[in-house]
């Protein structure tokens, strides 16, 4: 069937934030939990920007892309079903260097649309972290967002930003 939707793939490691990610953006409801692994299978919503459609998946955590059980597999084959997809890597903030290997991982496999987004922002700023984006975007080469999952800080912008880099030709 021909589906016109642009497809965003949630993917990182788990319980960074992923699920409660989809919700502010689909406004759906998918169970978001303080404890790993609650993501076990696919779960599917829409969004709208500027008239344009996306349709967004959450997946299980993965903590690599060499998958090691069964969940990670999941997340593992929706990349690959996928290979233009726009890619959202959600990090937990204060955790930001054990995440960026996962980053890397992706930029070596190549996806077109990559953005890496810092969530927890709000326990990061807590716990003291002081991040500089512009020069994490220069380093990595692919935009980096703030989000605040839970509150919808940064969701507008994270919105903006998949459809500037869906919308160059
Ligand atoms: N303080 C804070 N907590 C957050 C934020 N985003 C998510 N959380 C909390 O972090 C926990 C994990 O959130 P989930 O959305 O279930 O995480 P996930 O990445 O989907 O986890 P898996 O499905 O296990 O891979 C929950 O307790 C959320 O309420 C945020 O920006 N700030
Ligand atoms: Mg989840």
Redesign the pocket.
């Known amino acids: 069937m021909n589906n016109p939707a642009t497809k965003v793939i949630l993917i ?1 490691n ?8 989809f919700n502010q953006l689909t406004k759906r409801y998918v ?9 076990v299978s696919i779960s599917r919503g829409e969004f709208k920007t500027e008239g344009r459609l996306y349709e967004v998946m ?1 997946t ?2 993965l903590y690599s892309l060499l998958p090691m059980t069964e969940d990670e597999r999941v997340a593992r084959r929706v990349l690959l079903e996928h290979p233009n997809a726009v890619i959202v890597h ?1 990090v937990d903030a204060k955790n930001l260097d054990r995440m960026l290997a996962l980053t890397f991982q992706l930029k070596e496999a190549a996806y077109q649309h990559l953005i890496l987004v810092l ?5 990061a700023h807590r716990d003291g972290f002081k991040i500089d984006c512009q020069k994490l975007e220069l380093a990595l080469a692919c935009p980096v967002i703030e ?4 509150s919808g800080q940064g969701i507008s912008n994270l919105k903006e930003k998949i459809y500037e880099i869906t919308s160059v030709h």
């Open positions: 990182g788990p319980n960074v934030g992923k699920s409660a990610l169970s978001v939990s303080n404890y790993p692994g609650t993501t959450d299980p955590g959600v969530n927890m922002m709000d326990e989000t605040i999952s839970i």
